[in-house]
């Protein structure tokens, strides 16, 4: 086995968590009506449903929240935030916001009309989402290796450019509102996006005068993989790497609650389009509140500024990104089929392959995450069909181009020995996936509909 390194920080602090027995667990989760996002976090042992919000912040960042200032206008820890973001990114404009998706809302309705096209190498769904709400449609543009979950490619993040211009001249350049490089790219299992990929991405956008804008959660993850495995950009710093990434785009949005290490917050920023800035701040006041703490508390500034240097640390990124490829190594040792090469937050198991019997309209990822959960109280989630609502005219089921089982690892939280025992479940799990059959949808929403819909098991 490959060396790890160790976590450059140690346990000052626990958060004490329950064990439950099977019966417990049996009994949660069909209150839960069998959707994992019905659990009550203290029946779960290992939350792995996601890495977004749920790290340990540092003592230096608690220290930080004591010395918050908590001014409604002209905030000293706003400004100190700003100081952190143009250090970091070279940029000119940077306004703060309560999270990713509050980033999406005010940036977006700037650049794109009704009947207009976003192309990203994968959108997010919140990304999809708020696109929808400004009239326009999400197409998605990943290179096909990201499709193949066996077959190892270093950058399976990055966009497909020559696909990328044939939808743009298929479209017409008026039709596309912006191109979106997200980094690194969830949807396809945390895959990162190479440089060299990102400047022929952001030369096409500007050939064709387009915005390009850069979903940025994962930003650091995303350089120390380029750092990692990109020829001649070994012996470069992660933050000469960020620099390079964010060059050349005009704009970017961020969940802070990934790659900056806080429970909530986010940033939309501008590279130094003044007009596009001052369209964002109009929907900011409004919405997220005034622009010097835009929906934060000063504590919560103050956390993002520390959160922000802490997550571009190399020694941090090395350990974190070691375990993912520690749980992706062992759960491959054991015959559980995962993305590969393993990628920055999470472990995406190929659900179609442990359950070819469970077909996609009976949701094989979910009920694989189902099972784990019954088993040892280990929580993940759907990335494939079941999280794709229905058509809203026919009312069809799509099916998801992968059937992503998802374990995300919050940052700085769990421990190896963790890690060993989420392998260990699993592999219990592989023995009885002959047995499991599927579920079906009871009850719905119209859009989002995974977060609470009841499902039924198959008998
Ligand atoms: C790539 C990506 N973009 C945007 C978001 C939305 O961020 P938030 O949950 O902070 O609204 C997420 C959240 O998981 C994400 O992974």
Redesign the pocket.
Known sequence: MADYMPEPYRIKMVEPLKVTTREERESSIREAHYNLFGLRSDDVFIDML?D?GTGAMSDRQWAGMMLGDESYAGSRSYYRLMEVCHDLFGWQYFQPVH????AEKVLFPNLLKPGQISISNMH?D??TGHVMLCGAQAVDCVVPEALDTAAYHPFKGNMDNSRLVELIEQYGRDRVGMIVI?VTC?SAGGQPVSLANMQETASIARRYDIPLVI?A??FAENAFFIKEREQGQGDRSIREIVRDMFSQADAFTM?A??DAIVNMG?IVAVREDEQLIEGIRRIVVPNEGFLSYGGLAGRDLEALAIGLEEGVEESFLRSYTGQTRYLTERLTNIGVPCQQPAGGHAVFIDARKILPHVPFDRFPAHSFCVEVYREAGIRGCDVGSFILDPDPVTGKQPQALMEFARYCIPRRTYTQAHLDYVASSMSRVMEKAGAIRGFRVVRQAKILRHFTAELEPYA
Do not use: E, L
Request: aromatic fraction near 6%.
């Open positions: 996601t977004s999270q990713g998706r509050a997010f919140t990304t997200t969830n979903d959660a994962r969940s609650k990934k986010g």
